[in-house]
């Protein structure tokens, strides 16, 4: 099979599967959290507080998630001192933390909670367009994410944080982050919690 042909069929199918889904701004237990206009970003990653580093050409940030803001940014570190050579670590000073990061300078986010029940990942609509999509493994419902920072065209790198609380989506645009409801309950009325 050629690969012209390869793609042909590969597009018909995926438009078939995902012709009847719509976005959603709120998916099962996640809703929007909020957004980082930052462009440029070449890798990112989560602090054991839950807050974010971003590193972009113009230099390293920090921001505060329960603030929803930049607390710190350092235009002069070095970026090739402090990141590991596999491109998968980053040590901030400010912080005397190494961070795992992913995104264009290599490595991938977290995309499966510790339980199994929640996976992120992109899915590709057509050529350069990528949508996001949330499964439940154990409802197995999918939702596709509604972006406010982000178009939906260009590379996607997904990440959960390390408490599972937040999930982000870093594109061309910045930075789109979701955060999971407290004592969500599915529209049946059963506590997930309890699952």
Known sequence: MRLKELKNKYDV???????DENLVAK???WEYY?????NGIIAIGWFSDENILLINVDGIFIYD????NTIFSDYENSFIKSISDDNLTF???SKSETVFIFGLRGGGGNLLTKDNT???EVVDIAWNIKAPRLLNYKTEKKYFLELQQNSY???KYLGFSKSENYFLIMGDGGVDIFSRLPDYNEPDGSDISTR
Not at 14 to 19: A, G, P, T, V
């Open 65 to 68: 998630i329960l603030k929803k």
């Open 118 to 120: 929640w996976k992120i």
């Open 13 to 19: 199918n995926m438009f078939d599967e995902l012709s």
């Open 153 to 155: 065209e260009g590379n």
């Open 27 to 29: 998916a099962g237990e």
């Open 91 to 93: 040590f901030v000073e």
């Open 34 to 38: 909020s957004a980082i206009g930052l």
